[in-house]
């Protein structure tokens, strides 16, 4: 089918912010076919919307679409249109080390609640502020920074601790 | 950032810096488009029905017709000696605008009670309003004509409808098969359809329908629909939401009547936030004539639980304001008022959109009422 300008638009922001939306999917599903189908269900909503959502707000609306839809129960699980595939990319290093790397980081992750997990992904990596991810969210400040430092405070077990350096519980995400 | 951050922050970032994805944009427009079309003929054939006004007040807010427009009045074609179901009557008089919470036994005429919000578990008969002396009121299931899932497959919302107090459960049951008196709502049982009996034990519900029920032809997702309906209905009648209701058709199990799905076993309500329309208004009724302020309840499920309303009188909107329901994210009931002066209006209730406007049509209830 021919597409219209508006289609066109549409088709360079699924290239331009796919990759994003699958990151973030992939480290709140820990999976890449859940991830998969969560950036589609996401960019299908933002499709349907997209005369409401101003160009500049397209990745973040679209995001925010994406971790509701994650949150949401509410859809059906069947019929689900197959518009895309999830595949690793070929990198210099070994596969096999980032297959096991990935592993780790998604069995840490599963340990947090899902509320814990959607605050870490959201604060450091797509980095946005406390302020931020409590807007997306629908929660308070205090309540981010208390889910995130209980969160932390999970992750602290996976992590080393680094000689000569105690992480203090009241510090952490307050430091510039 | 601690050192646990960073080290945090590095670790999403590695693990997920190969993962790639494909999407085929040409595809997730095929699936827009085919969801718009949907949507479109879904309009249509509601249009067709007749309401001009609907559709005009409607459309300045995105489109549909409004649920809450009574259509004119039509013969029961289902009037059984028995149990007659009633049409929705327009209820006048100081008494019958005022609801009362469901719970309490006999309904009270008591115009001075302020309702608090309801806080019981949904049953599915939602806020019941006054009933006319001899009636009952009963919670009747029918495909919203105005909002689908975001698949486009049909969701269920509810009348409340007046039938014999004797026998609210085969009057609820006839007004389902009877059809809807709201035009923004659809029945999807075929006409003609007799009910031959109704039992109830041990939690299963069995009903026993005349041949006609066979007829129906409405495709595999309007047939879920279809039976929700039905399951929704009785169950709600019978104020056993947890019960599982058996279908005979000429006294044997139903099976694959209708070609998609089997009906050999007593079945339960699906889940509510997969079935119903997310905003359900029970009160105004449909037409009704109440004082001011306007008592507005309802069930939804709402993000946040918050609801977003707006009052449009000739087009032009007069109020608005934003309510809570008791929960987020399920369903859950809501109550709030409205001082209006006297008049005519159209009421829309919409759940607050969490993406701002980015998650695609925002399911919205709406209800014609008239202030005296």
Known sequence: ?176 | MTELEHLLRDDLRRATADLAIEVDADALLAAHRAATRRRVAAGVALAATGLALGAVAWGALGGGTIPGVPRPQQPDPLTTPSAPALPTPTPSGAGSASPTPRPSGSPSAAPTAAPGPATSAPSGRGVTPVAPAGTASVAVYFVDGSNTDHQGDPLLTRETRFVPKGTPVRGALEALLAGPSDAGLRGLWPRGVRVLGIAQAGGVITVDLSGEARDASVGAAAEVAMVQSLVWTVTSAYDQPDARVRLLIEGRPAGDAWGHMVWDAPIAREAALDTLTPVIVDTPLPGATVGSPVVVTGEAAAFEATLEWRVIRAGVEVARGTAMTSEGQRFAPFRFTVDLPAGSYVLTVAPTDPSGGAAGPIPTAGRSFTVR
Not at chain 1, 155 to 166: F, K, N
Request: charge should be neutral.
């Open chain 1, 1 to 176: 089918m021919a597409r219209t300008h508006a289609d066109e638009a549409f088709a360079d922001f699924v290239r331009l912010a796919s990759p994003s939306l699958m990151r973030t999917a992939w480290l709140l599903t820990g999976d890449r076919d859940s991830a998969a189908d969560l950036v589609q269900a996401a960019l299908l909503k933002a499709l349907q919307a997209r005369r409401r959502i101003p160009e500049q707000d397209a990745l973040a609306y679209t995001r925010r679409i994406l971790i509701n839809e994650n949150i949401d129960r509410w859809r059906r699980r069947h019929g689900e249109v197959a518009t895309g595939a999830a595949f690793d990319v070929p990198s210099p290093d070994s596969l096999a080390d980032r297959v096991a790397d990935r592993d780790r980081v998604a069995r840490m992750l599963a340990t947090l609640t899902p509320e814990q997990r959607r605050i870490v992904v959201l604060r450091y990596h797509d980095d946005l502020s406390v302020a931020q991810v409590a807007d997306l969210l629908g929660m308070t400040e205090g309540a981010v920074r208390a889910s995130c430092h209980r969160a932390l405070q999970s992750l602290r077990a996976h992590y080393p601790t680094p000689i000569g350096d105690v992480w203090s519980p009241t510090a952490e995400g307050e430091r510039p």
